[in-house]
């Protein structure tokens, strides 16, 4: 005897294979076609992003809707860009036709910070974030490169770093500094992390990007200092391009360490140093060996003896 709770299916009673898709589910597959293609999760969530904005203020089954909505959107050209690459994906994936716009994002010089402005982002932090912030500041690595860690990416003993290269970059070893090992060994001694977990837990690049501006800002107020408000996530990256180049002088070298696939990325840090004035500099004087050695494994360069004294600087 068949149960009084089933439900019994007509051919009036539309099912997920005979009823149209509702634009969430048609945006899903495109995401999961991309998933399908090797695209890499970044890819994935930005494409992601970008349909759902697109499918609040447009039709995305009419092309045309879309192109009137980006074109007279209040954004700059490298937002709309972004737009009409994801609906491309969508395009593509349900075959229809339009003409896609060109619009072009303008090329930014990045904006280095000053090193103490990020220690004293660090020094107002928490340990999670503080050593997260000085990881990036050591080594360069992508929020979303730091963010996938887990403890095999860590060579504890001799303070080495193997991130997995997002963007198709080339692999890489990084190294931290003491002080940086110091804090990284003190956070995961306050945590119990195995080898295959991540060492920031739940954290994404957007929750540490949360983070991060939540004290950066708390710092620019207590400091009265509206320069630090102006520092993002992503410049810690271009503070160790600078001051990588700055260091080495070494174009391939710097390209090899930021996981670069073009050398043209790596040659706007070039530029960056021919603005460098003799004041833009802290000295630093070494009375012995061992403080030859702390200088040294703080970015310190040398630069001349005077009267038995080692003199070293290191950019601001």
């Known amino acids: 005897m068949p149960s009084l709770n089933r439900r019994r299916v007509t051919s009036s009673t539309p099912t997920l294979e005979t009823r149209n898709p509702t634009p969430n589910e048609k945006i899903l597959n495109v995401l999961w ?4 293609l090797g695209r890499a999760d970044a890819t994935i969530k930005n494409v992601s992003k970008f349909l759902y904005v697109l499918d609040r203020h447009a039709d995305l089954e009419n092309p045309d809707s879309v192109l009137t909505f980006v074109a007279t959107y209040d954004r700059k050209d490298g ?39 990020i220690d004293l ?26 963010m996938r860690m887990t403890l095999r990416n860590f060579d504890l003993t001799n303070g080495a770093v193997y991130p997995e290269t997002a963007k198709h970059g080339s692999p890489r070893v990084l190294k931290l500094k003491n002080s940086t090992l110091n804090l990284l060994n003190k956070y995961l001694a306050s945590r119990n992390i195995g080898l295959n977990d991540s060492i920031f837990g739940t954290w994404n690049s957007d929750t540490y990007g949360k983070w991060f501006r939540h004290y950066r800002n708390k710092t620019a107020e207590k400091m009265q200092a509206p320069a630090i408000k102006g520092i993002r996530l992503y410049d810690l990256r271009h503070y160790f391009a600078t001051m990588t180049y700055h260091r080495t002088k070494d174009l391939l070298f710097t390209k090899q360490q930021m996981g670069h696939r073009k050398i043209e990325t ?28 702390e200088l040294i494994e703080n970015g310190f360069e040398y630069v001349t003896e005077r009267d038995g004294l080692k003199i070293y600087r290191k950019r601001k």
């Open 266 to 293: 790596t040659l706007v840090y070039t530029q960056l140093l021919q603005f460098e004035k003799d004041d833009n500099y802290t000295c630093k004087v070494a009375q012995n060996v061992e403080q030859d050695k």
């Open 33 to 36: 076609q991309l998933k399908k």
């Open 79 to 117: 937002y709309k860009r972004n737009l009409i690459m994801a609906y491309e994906h969508y395009v593509k994936t349900y075959g229809l036709s339009w003409i896609k716009p060109k619009y072009h994002e303008n090329a930014k010089m990045p904006k280095i910070p000053q090193e103490h402005h």
């Open 121 to 146: 982002i660090m020094a107002n932090s928490p340990l999670k974030l503080r050593t997260a912030i000085a990881i990036s500041k050591d080594t360069g690595v992508r929020p979303i490169e730091l």
